[in-house]
């Protein structure tokens, strides 16, 4: 099968310009060339009209609740949620029901993941058995058996020991370690909470030479701990989500759908991460999609689960935040949201090349929406921000060629 998408403004975030006009040729799933006016021939053609073509985002960073708590989300209404928002690729954490901490369990939702979900998923195993922090997982085996990463994400690794261990073993394996960075012994609100963590895990790579990767980062205590660490040259990668880039605690209000660990912090927080992510210090956006049912957020703010979800509003709401205000040029916003995780992951993607995936979003950069919480494709609706006006809007998304979203509020 072949595509012919013609008349983009063609985006690739590793490319110099980054941006041109042109026209983009599929093949068997594949990109086969990249040019003007390139011949139609036997393709099927999509006419981008000068929109952006870029490659599709891949998000370290996903809750799809399979197994065990399909009522907030599955891998089928995940995946349409990620096809929404330009997510090609998403990494999927192992705090599920029973966790992701043994091969049958892995497999089995790898095994589901081809038969229903429309984006590529790869799928995080724990480092401890039941994410309880006592016992190490055989990472060896869940590696052999196609784990992409290791994490105890939803709570820290308990044990330095057993984080260590972790480390030394992910870097022979070659994959990455994920640290949900959070000292128990204090409250979330406290930074120090995540900072704590945070130089633990800087010492722990330092010691070893091993990388990790620092999840959802949200404070300016821990903007600093990475300076330091990227200025020694340390292995340490680190992400942070879009509402850490634009909500602060002020905006929370006691509004269940804005709880999430770590919490919304102060101002000064939210300018120091910004500041961070456009200077390379935090590698990645992701979104930690963390979805919950309307009955268990309609709860009293206090008994409420933590979390958001993130999918179908992570590209506008960096766009708005950081684009649109001149902050990061849009193929240095891709960078992050695509080329880099890429590289963190993996896995293939993230650039604009023959022979690449065609994993592609076509991106109205300009068009304005807004977020309707009843309108996501999640199941669940717990959305940061309801209400508001986003700038950017997905118009179309390819996975290996094959369109797997197309706007329904136009036609592209």
């Given at each position: 099968?072949?595509?012919?998408?013609?008349g983009?403004?063609?985006?690739?975030p590793g490319?110099?310009?980054?941006g041109?006009r042109?026209?983009?040729?599929i093949?068997?799933?594949?990109?086969?060339?990249?040019?003007?006016?390139l011949?139609?021939?036997?393709?099927?053609?999509i006419?981008?009209?000068?929109?952006?073509?870029?490659?599709?985002?891949?998000?370290l960073?996903?809750?799809?609740r399979?197994?065990?708590?399909?009522?907030?989300?599955d891998?089928?209404?995940?995946?349409?949620?990620?096809a929404?928002g330009?997510?090609?690729?998403?990494?999927?954490m192992?705090?599920?029901t029973?966790?992701?901490?043994?091969?049958?369990t892995l497999?089995?939702?790898?095994?589901?993941?081809?038969?229903?979900?429309?984006?590529?998923?790869?799928?995080?195993?724990?480092?401890?058995?039941?994410?309880?922090?006592?016992r190490?997982?055989?990472?060896?085996a869940?590696?052999?058996?196609?784990?992409?990463?290791?994490?105890d994400?939803?709570?820290?690794?308990?044990?330095?020991?057993?984080?260590?261990?972790?480390?030394?073993?992910?870097?022979?394996?070659?994959?990455?370690?994920?640290s949900?960075?959070e000292?128990?012994?204090?409250?979330?609100?406290?930074?120090?909470?995540?900072?704590?963590a945070?130089?633990?895990?800087?010492?722990?790579?330092?010691?070893t030479?091993?990388p990790?990767?620092?999840c959802?980062?949200?404070?300016a205590?821990?903007?600093?701990?990475?300076?330091?660490?990227?200025?020694?040259?340390l292995?340490?990668t680190a992400?942070?989500?879009?509402?850490y880039?634009?909500?602060?605690?002020?905006?929370?209000?006691?509004?269940?759908?804005?709880?999430?660990?770590?919490?919304l912090?102060?101002?000064?927080?939210?300018q120091?991460?910004?500041?961070?992510?456009?200077?390379?210090?935090?590698?990645?956006i992701?979104t930690d999609?963390a979805?919950?049912?309307?009955?268990?957020?309609?709860?009293?703010?206090?008994?409420?689960?933590?979390?958001?979800?993130?999918?179908?509003?992570?590209?506008?709401?960096a766009i708005t935040?950081?684009?649109?205000?001149?902050?990061l040029?849009?193929?240095?916003l891709?960078?992050?949201?695509?080329?880099?995780?890429?590289?963190?992951?993996g896995?293939?993607?993230g650039?604009?090349?023959?022979?690449?995936?065609?994993?592609?979003?076509?991106?109205?950069?300009v068009?304005r929406?807004?977020?309707?919480?009843?309108?996501?494709?999640?199941?669940?609706k717990?959305?940061?921000?309801?209400?508001?006006?986003?700038?950017?809007r997905?118009?179309?998304?390819l996975?290996?060629?094959?369109?797997?979203?197309?706007d329904?509020?136009g036609?592209?």
């Amino acid at each position: 099968m072949k595509v012919l998408i013609r008349g983009a403004l063609l985006l690739d975030p590793g490319a110099t310009p980054a941006g041109r006009r042109g026209d983009l040729l599929i093949r068997e799933g594949r990109i086969e060339a990249i040019g003007e006016q390139l011949p139609q021939g036997d393709a099927q053609v999509i006419e981008a009209g000068g929109l952006v073509l870029a490659p599709g985002l891949v998000d370290l960073h996903v809750h799809l609740r399979y197994p065990g708590q399909t009522h907030k989300e599955d891998l089928a209404t995940g995946g349409r949620a990620a096809a929404a928002g330009g997510v090609t690729t998403f990494c999927a954490m192992p705090n599920t029901t029973p966790a992701v901490d043994n091969v049958d369990t892995l497999q089995d939702i790898r095994l589901q993941a081809q038969a229903v979900c429309p984006v590529k998923l790869r799928q995080a195993a724990a480092i401890t058995v039941g994410l309880r922090g006592e016992r190490p997982t055989d990472l060896a085996a869940l590696a052999a058996a196609g784990a992409a990463a290791f994490t105890d994400d939803g709570r820290p690794v308990l044990s330095s020991a057993h984080m260590k261990q972790a480390l030394i073993e992910a870097a022979r394996l070659g994959l990455p370690v994920f640290s949900h960075s959070e000292d128990l012994t204090l409250p979330p609100e406290d930074p120090a909470s995540e900072a704590i963590a945070v130089a633990r895990e800087i010492a722990l790579a330092e010691q070893t030479g091993c990388p990790v990767h620092i999840c959802h980062v949200s404070s300016a205590q821990s903007v600093r701990l990475l300076r330091d660490a990227r200025a020694a040259g340390l292995p340490v990668t680190a992400e942070t989500a879009p509402h850490y880039l634009t909500l602060t605690a002020e905006e929370v209000r006691g509004d269940p759908n804005r709880k999430m660990n770590p919490p919304l912090r102060g101002e000064r927080d939210r300018q120091a991460v910004c500041a961070a992510l456009c200077e390379g210090v935090i590698d990645v956006i992701a979104t930690d999609h963390a979805p919950h049912s309307p009955a268990e957020k309609a709860l009293p703010y206090a008994e409420a689960p933590n979390g958001v979800v993130g999918l179908e509003t992570s590209l506008a709401a960096a766009i708005t935040a950081l684009v649109v205000p001149g902050l990061l040029s849009l193929p240095a916003l891709f960078y992050r949201m695509a080329t880099r995780p890429a590289e963190i992951l993996g896995v293939p993607g993230g650039r604009l090349l023959p022979g690449a995936p065609a994993d592609l979003v076509l991106l109205d950069p300009v068009a304005r929406w807004r977020v309707e919480p009843d309108r996501l494709h999640s199941r669940s609706k717990n959305t940061p921000f309801a209400g508001r006006e986003l700038t950017g809007r997905v118009k179309l998304t390819l996975v290996d060629g094959s369109v797997v979203y197309r706007d329904d509020r136009g036609e592209t």
